[in-house]
């Protein structure tokens, strides 16, 4: 036996292009499994774990059971060990990846920003392994990456957003289209911010390069949302 509880979202267009579902089983000794169905529009990874180098070492580990303690029923102030899986039940046309740049840390009293690199490249796969029995098919789901939003510096006190799309600019002509090779950058920097980190990413073909490879070209960006769409 079972005990399933769902959190529905009023169904909307937004719902239909990024809208996921997560079941997350909650197991404990002597007592009935716990379901949970919830709804999401972005997946947030968690990549502070020392194994966690790549999107899809992220993506990977929001499956891994984590350890709870689950009070015991009947029995006041009484705990026993139990553990929370989340699996993906549903997945949307549009992936969006939100990288947790932030935790906190007791020992400094505050949020730390997570100034560590993670390797991605244009195409991602969801394999089985963090998918619903249900929900697993003979090939896995295959998205493809066509936006990137980068924060820049490690201070907490300012922001500075660098921004990748393969969408056109409004000023092209109806119906023209930029390639994956193509990046366009935006810059976007809050008033708060002390220093300027503008740099010319121009140039031919530099693009692709600029985007997956900026933790070997710039160890001062660090990617923040990663868009793809289902191929």
């Not at 929001?62 to 029995?75: E, L, T």
């Not at 029995?133 to 090939?139: E, G, N, V, Y």
């Not at 896995?140 to 990137?148: S, T």
């Not at 092209?172 to 090779?181: E, I, V």
Request: with cysteine.
């Amino acid at each position: 036996m079972v005990i399933t509880r769902t959190n529905k979202a009023t169904e909307s267009l937004i719902t239909r292009i990024f809208g996921g579902k997560f079941r997350a089983t909650l197991r404990a000794p002597g007592q009935k499994d716990s379901v949970v169905i919830e709804e999401w529009r972005s997946l947030r990874l968690d990549i502070q774990p020392d194994q966690i180098h790549t999107i899809q070492d992220a993506l990977s580990y929001i499956s891994h059971p984590q350890p709870v303690q689950i009070s015991q029923p009947g029995k006041l102030g009484v705990t026993v060990d139990g553990q929370r899986q989340e699996l993906i039940e549903a997945l949307p046309p549009i992936l969006v990846m939100h990288i947790k740049r932030f935790f906190y840390d007791p020992t400094q009293g505050g949020a730390v920003k997570v100034g560590k690199q993670l390797r991605f490249g244009p195409e991602l796969e969801v394999g089985a392994d963090i998918m619903v029995p249900a929900a697993r098919k003979a090939q896995p789901a295959r998205y493809k990456l066509f936006g990137a939003i980068y924060s820049m510096l490690l201070y907490l006190s300012s922001s500075c957003l660098l921004s990748y799309s393969t969408l056109p600019p409004r000023s092209q002509p109806q119906g023209a289209t930029t390639p994956l090779t193509s990046f366009t950058p935006t810059v976007t920097q809050a008033p708060t911010l002390q220093r300027s980190c503008v740099r010319d990413r121009s140039g031919p073909g530099s693009m692709p390069e600029d985007v997956f490879g900026a933790s070997e070209t710039d160890d001062s960006r660090y990617a923040s949302l990663l868009f793809y769409r289902r191929i």
